[in-house]
């Protein structure tokens, strides 16, 4: 076929189709064209075309025309528009009223505004510090009141109550809800313990000072009249805002809630402030409650879901400071659990940094005693094997000496038992040994540690026991001592702040009594002895504790010496022996006066300043040298001194660390067992403190251990000082060169 024909029957063909199309659509009287199924198929029907992609087949013109006369909208594109339309109206709305509470919460932050909120140290309900940095990390809803508020402040709190309930409900554990008392005479930290508990539980009360009260609300532009010097009993007037100040997470002011906002008005705006929070958030505390089986084991429950029930054990046992813990099942929720603890009782404890738990309290059947700690072993061989381990005694104070973190946690990957022996003190055993444990990243028992004052438990049982008895105690804050005290079973703890609280004629000096002592004194079991009350009516002290460095000196000493001169511990008398030479000392401290203990006697101990610094034992020689005025250099002061170097607190230690080197090793000191385990022969005492550690250790021996004292040079003394007053074994640059030379002694070349 020519190329002429071939074009002209191409164009025939076009000419068909267009005709047939035109006809197709507008003429539709004439009837559908049916193509035989027998015919052959044409050439339309072997070229692609637009009919063929179509998903619907239309069976009449009718149909195609209507189609076509519809347009491109359908029901389907109808909603969408619709959607659309309804969607971003309610999207622009909402940015709106973003940009708005934006708008508020930087409105308060502008040139020329006074600033709202600003840094702050109060007290607690619980007699515990609390400042401006314990409120950052979540929202804080703030409001200032009074406890003898007749209206306006219980209707408040009621409503705060409900908008916090609220928020809590959306976000757990995201609102700090805060009262501050506007009338600081009155609302010591117990009253508004006793007053928020009407309201909410987890409400936190605030209270401080005259001038820190008035401070805070000069910070948050609250109108204060409160009278400063006022009588017992007087009545006055106190002014104090209606509004609710909402602080962001970085403590900075965002909006004020007033009465015009219904509890659910006021939630809801809490809960948009905190969507749009784009900053970092506080993990939230979770408490719980543990319950005392026997013997220092500790039995509770978890319920916790997807996560690794171990795992969260032992961030409990750490963040707490409990123990160790000693069953470890490896199930899921809920599943009973030991924690071993001795010497600590049934208290609440708060676990930080965990997603909320729920701890029941339950008593299994059939618990039984469970000594000993849980240890985690190095999977390398250790460098001692059980019988051959000897034992370390390491000394601490507040910070940690360089080369301490290597050095234990070597010793806890080699199975070598140790104990941190320290003359520091002030704070509870499990907080200490959590800083620590914190500095070092060396995970940390208090079953292994002693401070200065730890081995005052052993006074509070026996024939002599001080436990049911009254005590006298001082410290740096005599307050976190007394909670210690009690810790250790003493039930009676009388602090200078109750004296001089009850009785400001004591010292009258007022320098420190509303500064230091407002917010941290009880009330006296009995008044001081007048001449006016009977013997078993007065205020009598059975025993005197320094627990740590005490800060009022003139104050502690004043009262300090009038119990040595009183009569039988009534303070307040005087004893008629005083002075009479025919009686020993003279007769001073001859008439049971109580007796006088100290936890350290440390002239000097290491800070972050370059130069030692004043320790316990300078308070010590104060007290002394004040007494050897008052008897006129007849009497010696008569007390009982523990801590380094005395060998009481070398006997404690040593029957402490061999608790502890039983419960890791599995067998007793004396070896035991079949004698498999040698006998503990060599403590190496590494510490920082020729007064203390190392005269110590020298002086203290018995007939089966060795006290081998090392000297390091990252502490109190330094070459610079001269050659140390007690010589050491040897003197080392760091804590871990120490354990190398003792592991060099020891026949055992190790590099840490």
């Excluded at 909006?255 to 939630?267: D, F, I, K, N, V």
């Excluded at 360089?402 to 070597?410: C, D, H, T, V």
Aim: net charge neutral; aromatic share 10%; with cysteine.
């Amino acid at each position: 076929m020519s190329q002429a024909t071939t074009g002209l029957l191409w164009k025939s063909l076009s000419s068909t189709i267009s005709t047939q199309c035109r006809r197709c659509i507008s003429q539709s009287t004439f009837p559908k064209q049916t193509r035989p199924t027998t015919a052959a198929p044409s050439m339309l029907q072997t070229r692609p075309s637009p009919a063929q992609r179509r998903t619907k087949t239309f069976k009449t013109v009718e149909e195609a025309k209507s189609r076509y006369r519809a347009g491109p909208f359908s029901w389907k594109a109808g909603l969408l528009f619709v959607g659309t339309g309804v969607g971003l109206t309610w999207y622009f709305e909402a940015e709106k009223q973003r940009m708005e509470r934006k708008r508020i919460a930087e409105a308060t932050k502008g040139m020329g505004r006074p600033k709202v909120g600003g840094q702050f140290e109060l007290t607690d309900q619980n007699g515990n510090k609390f400042t401006s940095e314990d409120m950052k990390g979540r929202y804080a809803l703030v409001y200032f009141g009074f406890t003898h508020c007749p209206d306006i402040c219980p209707d408040e709190l009621d409503k705060m109550a409900q908008m916090y309930d609220l928020v809590e409900k959306q976000r757990p554990g995201s609102v700090l809800p805060l009262f501050i008392t506007c009338d600081p005479e009155r609302d010591t930290p117990k009253v508004v313990k006793e007053y928020l508990s009407e309201f909410h539980p987890k409400f936190i009360g605030l209270t401080g000072t005259y001038d820190e009260i008035k401070a805070m609300c000069k910070l948050y532009r609250v109108y204060f009249s409160t009278p400063q010097h006022v009588k017992p009993g007087q009545d006055y007037l106190v002014d104090h805002s209606i509004y609710f100040y909402l602080m962001d997470p970085e403590g900075d002011f965002v909006e004020a809630l007033g009465r015009q906002h219904s509890p659910s008005q006021a939630a809801k705006i809490i809960l948009d402030h905190m969507n749009d929070w784009q900053g970092g958030w506080k993990k939230e505390d979770t408490h719980f409650s543990f319950h005392v089986l026997s013997c220092g084991i500790f039995e509770f429950q978890i319920d916790f879901e997807g996560t690794c029930i171990l795992h969260i054990m032992r961030q409990a046992v750490r963040t707490t400071g409990l123990g160790r813990l000693v069953s470890r099942p490896l199930t899921t929720s809920p599943t009973p659990f030991r924690c071993a603890a001795a010497g600590i009782g049934c208290h609440e404890r708060e676990l930080s940094g965990l997603k909320r738990v729920t701890l029941p309290l339950t008593r299994l059947p059939g618990a039984t005693k469970t000594f000993g700690s849980e240890r985690w072993f190095s999977s390398k061989k250790p460098v001692f094997e059980a019988g051959e381990a000897p034992s370390f005694a390491f000394a601490f104070e507040n910070c940690p000496i360089p080369g301490a973190a290597e050095s234990l946690q070597y010793l806890n990957d080699n199975n070598i038992p140790f104990i941190l022996l320290t003359n520091g003190g002030g704070k509870p055993e499990a907080v200490r040994v959590k800083d620590l444990s914190d500095k070092l990243g060396v995970k940390l028992s208090v079953d292994n540690f002693v401070q200065s004052h730890t081995p005052f438990q052993e006074l509070v049982q026996g024939p002599e026991g001080l436990g049911d008895k009254t005590i006298f105690l001082t410290g740096a804050d005599a307050r976190k001592c007394r909670e210690i005290a009690k810790l250790y079973g003493f039930k009676n703890v009388v602090t200078p702040a109750d004296i001089i609280h009850a009785h400001p004629e004591v010292f009258p000096f007022e320098l420190l009594k509303k500064s230091v002592y407002a917010g941290s004194h009880e009330t006296l079991p009995k008044p001081i002895h007048d001449g006016t009350v009977a013997d078993a009516d007065a205020l009598k002290i059975d025993a005197m504790f320094v627990f740590n460095d005490p800060r009022d000196w003139a104050l502690d000493i004043q009262i300090i010496t009038d119990l040595l001169l009183s009569r039988n511990g009534l303070l307040g008398t005087y004893s008629p022996k005083n002075g009479d030479a025919s009686l020993p000392n003279g007769g001073w401290q001859q008439d049971g006066q109580p007796p006088l203990i100290f936890s350290n006697a440390d002239l000097f101990w290491s800070t972050t300043y370059h130069q030692p610094r004043f320790g316990q034992g300078a308070f010590q020689a104060a007290v002394a040298g004040v007494w050897k005025e008052v008897t006129a250099g007849q009497a010696e002061l008569k007390r009982t001194v523990f801590g380094k170097p005395f060998a009481t607190t070398y006997q404690y230690a040593e029957r402490v660390l061999d608790a502890h080197r039983k419960a890791l090793l599995g067998k007793s000191k004396s070896g035991g067992g079949g004698g498999d385990v040698a006998p503990l022969k060599t403590v190496y005492m590494v510490g920082d403190n020729p007064e203390s550690d190392i005269r110590g250790a020298n002086d203290y021996s018995n007939e089966e251990t060795e006290w081998a004292s090392v000297l390091v040079k990252t502490g109190v003394w330094s070459q610079e000082r001269g050659a140390p007053t007690h010589k050491p074994k040897m003197i080392v640059d760091d804590v871990k060169a120490a354990v190398e030379w003792a592991l060099q002694r020891e026949g055992r070349s190790a590099k840490i």
